[in-house]
């Protein structure tokens, strides 16, 4: 399909644009209340994630209502172990659940590998957006790293400390190489069928890489998400994907090597710094600590003129928030940030 507004693509083959693209990260969600009203009529999460329809219409909601310049399909990273057998479930206050955790080499053995028939409501929301899209912006197809998806796995849940994950890391390596593994395997067929089914970039969303040590997140983290690059190369595609390793900055050069397209940054990094440790490979996204927002129009316009400058005038950055927006941010916020980006070159 022809897209009638390619700047994200653009950005990421560093091609020069007239402007940055932006596009923010979790921008279909509770801060908007048109996603509060279908969140309520769908009743649960997993309701609005695998009805399609459903799924179309919160994934549109920020396109509608803001230019941006890339829409991401509404769905969440823990789909995949939800597609296992392991029944995801939100409790409230209190983020994802399990009905157990992956604690043993039993549970481990136990776990399927599983094809992307067994998501087929995802590449059913995909396809329906992109129909719906009509060209206007391309749609981002995503998933979870392993690491990441792991330690909801093992931790059943979210966690500050990552003890069961870390433990097992540490204790069994074998093992959660084998659980890695069955992940990793599992989304590679997840990722190739969201690309068939339209979406015009992925990426992995790696948001607890930055828990790791160096050399732990290399052997644990990074090696399957070169993996995954790996496959989807090798299966004949060139679609761009977006590497998001939260909290990593020590190891942006070797994420540059692994025939990625663009790596998110969160705040914790200059971006002209990231371009001199990227050896200016790849395309850049971000940065702007999403606690902005929270600040007056006259701070978050000087919070934008500065990530823009700090990036400079070559092509490759493309806008983004170093992480997501939240539950209780002012959508008219995300409507200044997105001008300042949009008005300022
Ligand atoms: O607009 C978008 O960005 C697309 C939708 C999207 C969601 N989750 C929807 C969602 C994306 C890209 C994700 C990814 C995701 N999910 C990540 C990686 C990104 C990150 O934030 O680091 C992670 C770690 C998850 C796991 C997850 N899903 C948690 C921890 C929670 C609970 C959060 C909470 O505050 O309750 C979710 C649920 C979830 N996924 C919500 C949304 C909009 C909120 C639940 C709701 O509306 O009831």
């Known amino acids: 399909m022809q897209l009638k507004n390619d700047l994200l693509l653009r950005a990421l083959k560093k091609e020069a644009t ?12 509770r801060y908007l209340p048109e996603y509060r009203k279908v969140r309520a009529q769908a009743g649960d999460f997993m309701t609005l994630a695998s009805t399609p329809e459903m799924a179309c219409e919160v994934t549109l909601q920020p396109i509608r209502r803001y230019g941006l310049d890339a829409a991401i399909i509404f769905s969440d990273i823990l789909t995949i172990p939800d597609a296992m057998g392991m029944g995801l479930h939100f409790v409230t206050g209190e983020g994802p659940r399990f009905e157990y955790a992956i604690r043993s080499e ?4 136990q776990l399927p590998i599983v094809d992307a028939d067994a998501l087929s409501y995802v590449m059913d929301a995909i396809s329906l957006t992109v129909r719906e899209l009509d060209g206007a912006v391309p749609l981002i197809g995503f998933c979870g790293s392993p690491w990441t998806v ?20 540490f ?7 084998r659980l890695l593994d069955k992940i990793t395997q ?13 979406a015009s970039v992925i990426q992995i969303f790696d948001s607890w890489g930055g828990a790791l040590s160096p050399h732990v997140y290399k052997e644990f983290s990074l090696k399957y998400m070169q993996e995954i690059v790996t496959a989807i190369r090798a299966a004949g595609y060139d679609t761009p994907i977006i ?18 397209d663009g790596l998110g ?15 200016n490979r790849v395309a850049l996204q971000g940065n702007m600590d999403p606690n902005v927002l929270y600040a007056d129009e006259a701070f978050i316009r000087k919070e934008v003129k500065r990530v823009l400058s700090d990036f400079g005038d070559a092509p490759g950055h493309i ?24 008005t300022a070159e």
Not at 106 to 109: A, N
Not at 171 to 177: D, I, R, T, Y
Request: charged fraction near 20%; hydrophobic fraction near 40%; charge should be neutral.
């Open 171 to 177: 204790k069994s390596p074998q093992l959660a190489h």
């Open 106 to 109: 039993k549970d481990v053995e």
């Open 243 to 260: 590497l998001f390793s939260k909290g990593v900055t020590h190891s942006l050069g070797e994420m540059a090597e692994t025939g990625c």
């Open 265 to 279: 940054l969160d705040w914790t990094i200059r971006m002209q710094q990231a371009r001199q440790l990227t050896g």
């Open 186 to 198: 599992s989304t590679i067929s997840y990722l190739l069928a969201q690309i068939n089914s339209g």
């Open 150 to 169: 792991m330690t909801y796995m093992v931790e059943n849940g979210s966690s500050k400390s990552f003890s069961h994950a870390k433990s097992m890391l």
């Open 18 to 29: 007239p402007r940055r693209p932006i596009w923010v990260m979790r921008q279909a969600g």
């Open 319 to 342: 806008f983004n928030l170093g992480h997501g927006m939240q539950p209780d941010m002012d959508p008219e916020k995300l409507a200044i940030l997105i001008d300042a980006v949009q």
